[in-house]
């Protein structure tokens, strides 16, 4: 996980602003920071290092003439071999990162680089020459990308926190979201509990650019059934396809490890990723809400060391104010605990 933050139109105090909203996302890349700021942008990202955890990962990163200027945060699982159509086409590469393939690889192909991306993935590119930013989020909304337009500037960044020691940003609650959260359990639209502030919805870019926003859809699912294939032929596909997409989530310059529920969904992905720790988390000794025997038992099967933690009542407790303000924004999702207390 990493994390970036930003706005349009800086002004005088663009540095030490700029600092203040990357402290907020600290916790998202605790690595590196790096930031950029001229006299019409200010960009700023921490790093969590998954891929080339050298230096040269750091960002934001150029392109050759630096005149694009991008943050990222994600991963890219065919960034390698866009890499080498890029090297192809005459791009030069100063690191073995999958986020200078985005730089890159905007360069060559703008808005139509998104489809040949698999990832996940959210991302903004500042171009200096036609003062325009371009941002992106992922076919599925895994990585979050929020956006707010107050006061003559565009914010922008990981997390809605980051827009708080803004001099422009205006903290005022959104009381029209409430009633799709009362009904769904989070807030499904791009509008957040904050007012005026949105979130790009999954498979969409924006543009921005004298101050008016664009906004377009580049993915969409398409369902087109297929009954030819037999039983048996989809099992050997959906197979091959789950152990492709765990090979493609397993590139990384760091141990790679598992959150083990010990469900047939959980215990599949660990044994079929061979990762090098399993991790699990329960509530009491109740084993209706307590797997962490079972978990043991099949991490033991599979040759993997299983780390686990049980939450107290008195921790949930003590920690719920915590995990709150890392969500943002309301979400009924007990689940939500459990991954906390697994970082």
Known sequence: MC??????????????????????????????????IDEDIALGHRRLSII??????????????????????????????LRDELLRKGHSFRTE?????????????GADLLPKLRGMFS???????????????????????????????????SEIKSFLPHPRFEKKLNEAVLESYLTFQYSPTKDTF???????????????????????RYWEVRFSPDESPSLDDWVSKISDTFRDSVRAHKI????????????????????????????????????????????KEFSK??????????ITPQEYWDHLPKIQYHMDEPLA???AVALYFVR
């Not at 904050?194 to 498979?203: D, H, I, Q, S, W």
Request: with cysteine; proline share 3%.
């Open 97 to 109: 990162t999958d986020s200078e393939v985005l730089i890159h690889g905007y360069e060559q192909y």
């Open 52 to 81: 080339d955890i050298t230096e040269q990962g750091d960002q934001p990163i150029f392109n050759e003439d630096r005149s694009l200027v991008l943050v990222f945060n994600g991963e890219i699982y065919n960034y390698a071999e």
């Open 301 to 310: 099967a599979i040759q993997k060391d299983n780390f686990s933690k049980v």
């Open 194 to 216: 904050f007012e005026g502030v949105c979130k790009l919805p999954a498979a969409h870019w924006f543009r921005w650019k004298n101050g008016g926003l664009t906004v377009r």
């Open 252 to 295: 990384a310059d760091v141990e790679v490890g598992s959150f083990l529920s010990s469900g047939v969904d959980s215990s599949y992905a660990a044994a079929v990723a061979d990762v090098d720790k399993t991790f699990t988390v329960g509530f009491g000794e109740d084993e209706r809400y307590n797997e962490i025997g079972w978990a």
């Open 123 to 157: 991302f903004v590119i500042w171009d200096k020459n036609n003062k325009e930013l371009f941002g992106a989020r992922d076919f599925f909304g895994i990585k979050p990308l929020y956006y707010a337009q107050m006061n003559g500037s565009f914010l922008f960044g």
């Open 3 to 36: 994390g970036y933050t930003g706005f349009t139109a800086p002004s005088y105090d663009a540095k030490q602003t700029l600092e203040a909203m990357m402290e907020r996302i600290r916790h998202r890349g605790p690595d590196a920071s790096g930031s950029y």
């Open 333 to 335: 999702d007990p689940a």
